[in-house]
């Protein structure tokens, strides 16, 4: 299986910040026939689903504030969050869906200061 | 749009069986595949497996395989995931998610589905 981990585990940041959460998968999780990282990012707020916000380590889905950006490649991602809003009060999780199980990482709670 | 739409809140004994469903709208059911994670309570995310409902083809998590079974009904558009019987470790939120093939994001998610299993 392909571990995930995320540092750091909980992240308090002041309105205006700027956020940046780690991810390191245990083995590459770049597809050498496209060049395509299988990296994705979730925020999940209180009592809501986790919803998309980046693929391919750093494409933004639809609708995805441009604050939030994701970059890195192979094992080693970022997820940045320019200038934090409230609203980004949330737990934020990488997955790798590069082979099965499809993993995450443990999470990162982000708070404001 | 494209939805899912996950059954409502259970709350069961040890031993006792459980069927959850997730109804998808919105995109042709049977071309994409469905996820089932579990999240419990107050920890992270772990998939326990996928269907795609065009063929029935399933695949699971090792650490679930043999604990749930993960079917679909393409006549009515619905996932389910089911229990044969339930222990206490089963109490989680449980959500289903859609992704386009086996090598992609989920997105979107369904709303969950808490089970409590207590005596």
């Known amino acids: 299986d392909i571990v995930m981990t995320q540092s750091p585990d909980s992240l308090a940041m002041s309105l205006g910040e700027r956020a940046t959460i780690n991810c390191k998968s245990s083995q590459s999780v770049l597809y050498s026939s496209n060049n395509e990282n299988y990296l994705a990012w979730y925020r999940q707020k209180p009592g809501q689903p986790p919803k998309l916000l980046i693929y391919s380590a750093s494409t933004r889905e639809s609708g995805v504030p441009a604050r939030f950006s994701g970059s890195g490649s192979g094992t080693d991602f970022t997820l940045t969050i320019s200038s934090l809003q409230a609203e980004d009060v949330a737990v934020y999780y990488c997955?790798?869906?590069?082979?099965?199980?499809?993993?995450f990482g443990q999470g990162t709670k982000l708070e404001i200061k | 749009d494209v939805q899912l739409v996950q059954s409502g809140e259970e709350v069961k004994k040890p031993g006792e069986s459980l069927k959850i469903s997730c109804e998808a709208s919105g995109y042709r059911f049977t071309s994409y595949w469905i996820a089932w994670v579990r999240q419990m309570p107050g920890k992270g995310l772990e998939w326990m497996g996928s269907?795609?409902?065009?063929?029935?083809?399933?695949r699971y998590s090792p650490s679930f395989q043999g604990q749930v079974t993960i079917s679909a009904d393409k006549s009515i558009n619905t996932v389910y995931l089911q229990w044969s019987s339930l222990k206490a470790a089963d109490t989680a939120m449980y959500y289903c998610?859609?992704?386009?093939?086996?090598?992609?994001?989920?997105?979107?998610w369904g709303q969950g589905t808490l089970v409590t299993v207590s005596s």
């Open positions: 997955q790798q869906y590069y082979s099965t199980p499809y993993t």
């Open positions: 998610a859609r992704h386009e093939g086996t090598m992609r994001w989920f997105d979107p």
């Open positions: 269907i795609y409902p065009g063929d029935s083809d399933t």
